[in-house]
């Protein structure tokens, strides 16, 4: 099957960029990008590409290249399938917040109701790709939803699960380390389907960079990325606090460990903990399926990734109200960064959230600089209308810090490196505190200025 029309189910972090770097590579496919939320849809095709509801370094010039060629946002979802040869889903799959499976498992209604589309308004014979992170396993619901229309249109199930990461999603997109494809591999028709995706892909990704495998395998492989990613931050951060004791450094015990090449340099980076949308949902999705086969040993490890990151991201906040004579109450302390990382205006599970949460809970005023994020997210991240006196959010850091009693580092921005330090000094109350929880801050040089500083990881 030759694919000259692309539809993709959901214009989220992924659907998005995803589409956008298939329809730049593939100028023949006319790829549509379909989603219920209007205002999502209306932000992708804002004039001003500076508006584009993702913050992505890179994706503006990509979405305007394309746009209204062969690329398109729009919300009407059963024009787009009906068209389209090859269909990827890629909705949110959140973490299940009723029934059973609660606080657990993976939400699937987004993923049935998409099936449930697609069979509706199908007509000719349709590839339907996952592109969401699921549960392994879920490719049989989804065709036997398929399969049960009763219209004789014949799909296919591919899952081709996304490995970008935020605020390198285009990188990643364009240079992936690996395509991972899992379809049907005992039939012809799959075999077809996984060569159709392989081709598009090919565009621009080398052959031995794609994978192909059972369908169960990929799903799994995407759970299991995420869990090892999120493992390695848990367990540097689980050194850090030895570091802290001990007075060993832990970027020097990171870099010393990640030269063994068996180790690897990367995602050693000691933080006030992970953020972002998937790691706590993956890995908890993981636990879930784990527990369901009876394997509760298995499910305890991989649970105790996660009670690590609590662990971190509690003693940051702990940390700052000890030193700060133990108690914060009506003491103003400056947040630099809300995102989850550096580079994207994603607040999902942030660290930022809970230690504010935490400080808030402890009566401190927090005010929040970040670069990217709108004062209305950090609002409705912290979600608890008693605190709306005690939070603030400015658009200048220099703002945020007078008269602070200390500043947190929450985010990497890079540019928190070059701001004024002395200038900041200044003006801040005394004794002035700076917690980094990102490591990135030349603390020789703040303790010279006269800041009293407390690194992540440092004795
Ligand atoms: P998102 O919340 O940013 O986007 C999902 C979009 O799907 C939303 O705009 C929502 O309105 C839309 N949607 C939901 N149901 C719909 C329906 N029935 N019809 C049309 N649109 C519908 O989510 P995301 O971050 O893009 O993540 C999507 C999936 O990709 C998740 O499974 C996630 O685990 C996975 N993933 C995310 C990342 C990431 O960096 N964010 C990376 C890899 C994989
Ligand atoms: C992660 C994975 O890296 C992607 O491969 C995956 O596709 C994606 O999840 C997903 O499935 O959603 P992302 O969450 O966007 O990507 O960003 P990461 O770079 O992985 O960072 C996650 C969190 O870990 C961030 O809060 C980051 O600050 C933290 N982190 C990362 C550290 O604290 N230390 C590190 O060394 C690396």
Known sequence: MKIENICCIGAGYVGGPTMAVIAQKCPDIKVTVVDINSD???????????????FEPGLDNIVGSCRDKNLFFTTEVDKAIDEAHMIFISVNTPTKT??????????????????????????????????????????????????????????????NPEFLAEGT???????????LIGGDTSTKEG?????????????????????????????????????FLAQ????????????EKTGADVNEVAKAIGMDSRIGPKFLKSSVGFG???????????????????????????EQVIKMNDYQKNRFS????????????GKKIAFFGWAFKKDTNDTRESPAIQVAKNLLNEQAYVEV???????????????????????????????????????????????????????????????AFVFDGRGILDTNKLENIGFVCYKIGMG
């Not at 031995?208 to 369908?215: D, F, S």
């Open 318 to 329: 702990d940390n700052i109200v000890s030193t700060l004579y133990n108690t914060v109450a």
């Open 232 to 243: 390695r931050v848990s367990s540097i951060n689980a050194m850090s606090v030895i570091c």
């Open 40 to 54: 999502r849809i209306a932000a992708w095709n804002d004039k001003n590409l500076k508006n584009l509801p993702v």
């Open 169 to 179: 999603a285009i990188e990643d997109l364009l240079h992936p380390d690996r395509v």
């Open 98 to 159: 009723y029934g059973k499976g609660k606080g657990m498992a993976a939400d699937l209604k987004y993923i049935e109701l998409c099936a449930r589309q697609i069979a509706k308004v199908a007509t000719d014979d349709k590839i339907v790709v996952e592109k969401s992170t699921l549960p392994v396993r879920t490719a049989s619901a989804i065709k036997s939803i398929l399969d049960n229309t009763g219209s004789g249109v014949k799909f296919q199930i591919l899952s």
């Open 369 to 431: 600089f970040d670069p990217k994020v709108k004062s209305e997210q950090v609002f409705k991240d912290i979600n608890n209308n008693n605190s709306e006196d005690l939070l603030k959010v400015k658009k200048n850091p220099y703002q945020v810090a007078d008269k602070a009693h200390a500043i947190a580092i929450l985010t990497e921005w890079d540019e928190f490196m070059d701001y004024d330090w002395q200038k900041i000094y200044d003006s801040m109350l005394k004794p």
């Open 191 to 227: 075999n077809n389907a996984m060569k159709a995706l392989v081709e598009i892909y090919s565009n621009w990704v080398s052959q031995e960079r794609i994978l192909t495998t059972n369908v169960w395998s990929s799903e799994l492989s995407k759970l299991t990325a995420n869990a």
């Open 276 to 302: 972002g949308s998937c790691f706590q949902k993956d890995i908890l999705n993981l636990v879930y399926i784990a527990k369901s086969y009876g394997l509760n040993e298995v499910a305890d490890y991989w």
